[in-house]
């Protein structure tokens, strides 16, 4: 191949499963959704990634022969290194799903595979906000907290391929809040945009409180994060209150993270983002009064920049990674 | 070189240096101990590294020629790129000492330079619990909690020195016990051994309680983790509540890094493991009460076995590394 390589990545959601080719540079040359209908069953999901295959390269201006590898991120369980899809709560009733090798053979390209939350912190370390770190933590702020951490290049697998699953680090010991996995005191249960809601709904039902986002609830009947980041905005007590606590767990989320991996950042990302620098600096604060010295001094704190593209971008990543390791070995 | 290499390794602490020669297959062929005599200022500490070194190979058996490089490890602040002691509060009144370059210029020797808990874990990851290990996480319960992680044959250092610092995680989030780093909810705050002694001795202030420690305490005028690990054993209540929390508490830690860094082998070392396969058991339960299915299951969670030997073996398995790395680099 005299020409420089092209790379598709898949990024498979519970709903929708986005892709594109992407150049050696992590330039997006196209991209595209098709519908992941995983209630269909897991054949027809298979085929619908291949769609998204195609879709992405035809959409591109270039054709199949021009991909040199291609990446697939799901969310779990899954087996990394196996290549399959386990019992994903977010695509069911699909079970051992073989992705790696169905789209291998598909396509006939060597592809990696890799957990949906560790391939958008790749494609941020590759080409978004951790461009110029060494090492990097990336919290996916969303219904759940999703969490991948790059260590030198390497995405942290783990041995059973539950690394980096920090929306689940225990941090309330004692009467800690449910978690949507059944464990209390999770870092989720506090932080998550779904976590945000939940305590305001929570707070709402308090005698004697007044909020402006009692009305908002009677009005449209439920909640979003950004109806509670806004009302704190607009100077809501009780929403600001919620804001404050949910910087602050972050910073914990983070800290923990700067005292275990000490990475060159930590980088936020998913919807929960559009909350603005403001809440970044109260994030940014907790950390720099909980930190030690130097990494609080030291590690940059940030907003993810690849937004919802960080996915099939950080496949295709990995599929780059894999191209560079074979190459490498001939 | 036509004979196998050989290492040596030592560990600096705050009272003791350890030391010794360790062969390609990670036996010690000796084991010396020299005061640190901190006080007596950095100069004085470098000569007593040195002079560890000198009573290391002469113990062995070897001459200076027949070692092929050399493992310092010591306690932090530090800089373990640069091969630097920055401000240890272990190693009063030192500040900014160039170990590695004093003890490489010395010898004239390949010189690696690691923290001391992460030298511990890589000891036991080389031929101690951890030897069939591929990653590892390393507790050492003592009058802190020191940690250190290896994945696939590499130290987690952390970009800023400060990797697997895991004693100050943050677990309790809200209303935390202070840390003796000055922060408050560190895992380092309830299960060191220190920790235990500091709790056991508030719940004996508390009125209308029982316990045999009470005349363990006004006879000692003082306790120990291990008193109260003895106490429990003899049924104790308050002693059993104490260490049962303690156990709790270790297993939320372990929870926190197989959510992380999801390793093969959990590992506890320290003089707390004194307290016998029993305590092991009670963490096991917390730990597989409270992981993810899959982690609960394959991690290993065991005591370490090198002892207080770790540390400079360790460190010799650092000079073994750098050593297969310049060889390597030829």
């Known amino acids: 191949m005299s020409q420089p390589p092209?790379?598709?990545g898949i990024d498979v959601g519970g709903q929708t499963i986005k892709g594109g080719v992407v150049d050696d540079l992590g330039h997006a040359l196209s991209s595209v959704s098709v519908p992941t209908e995983a209630a269909k069953g897991q054949e027809h999901g298979l085929g619908q990634m291949c769609e998204a295959v195609?879709?992405?390269v035809a959409t591109s201006g270039l054709r199949l022969d021009d991909i040199a590898?291609?990446?697939v991120a799901t969310p779990g369980t899954m087996d990394i290194p196996a290549g399959i899809i386990l019992d994903p709560p977010n695509l069911r009733p699909w079970k051992n799903v073989p992705v790696r090798q169905h789209i291998a053979d598909t396509f006939?390209?060597?592809?990696?595979f890799q957990n949906d939350a560790n391939a958008a912190a790749?494609?941020?370390y590759w080409v978004g906000a951790g461009r110029e770190a060494k090492s990097m933590v990336l919290f996916t702020l969303g219904t759940g907290i999703g969490c991948g951490i790059i260590i030198h290049d390497q995405v942290l697998e783990g041995q059973h391929s539950h690394g980096a699953e920090v929306g689940h680090i225990i941090v309330e010991a004692t009467n800690g809040r449910m978690c949507g996995c059944g464990q209390p005191g999770h870092l989720e249960a506090y932080a998550s945009a779904t976590a945000v809601v939940k305590r305001t709904r929570e707070a709402l039902e308090q005698p004697g409180l007044t909020s402006c986002l009692s009305e908002v609830l009677k009005v449209q009947g439920?909640?979003?994060a950004r109806d509670v980041f806004d009302a704190a905005r607009d100077g809501d007590s009780l929403a600001q209150r919620i804001v404050?606590?949910?910087a602050y767990y972050l910073a914990v989320g983070a800290v923990c993270m700067m005292h275990t991996i000490d990475p060159?950042?930590?980088v936020f990302g998913g919807g929960m983002i559009a909350a603005g620098e403001e809440f970044l600096d109260r994030i940014r604060h907790h950390i720099r009064r909980m930190a030690f010295p130097v990494p609080a001094e030291r590690t940059a704190v940030c907003y993810a920049k690849l937004g919802t593209d960080a996915g099939f971008i950080g496949a295709a990543a990995c599929a780059r990674q894999l191209y560079q390791r074979l190459a490498a070995a001939k």
């Open 222 to 224: 439920d909640l979003t």
């Open 6 to 8: 092209y790379f598709v």
């Open 69 to 71: 590898a291609i990446g």
């Open 108 to 112: 006939g390209k060597p592809t990696a």
């Open 264 to 266: 060159d950042m930590v």
């Open 122 to 124: 790749f494609g941020e």
């Open 54 to 56: 195609r879709r992405a």
């Open 244 to 246: 404050e606590e949910t």
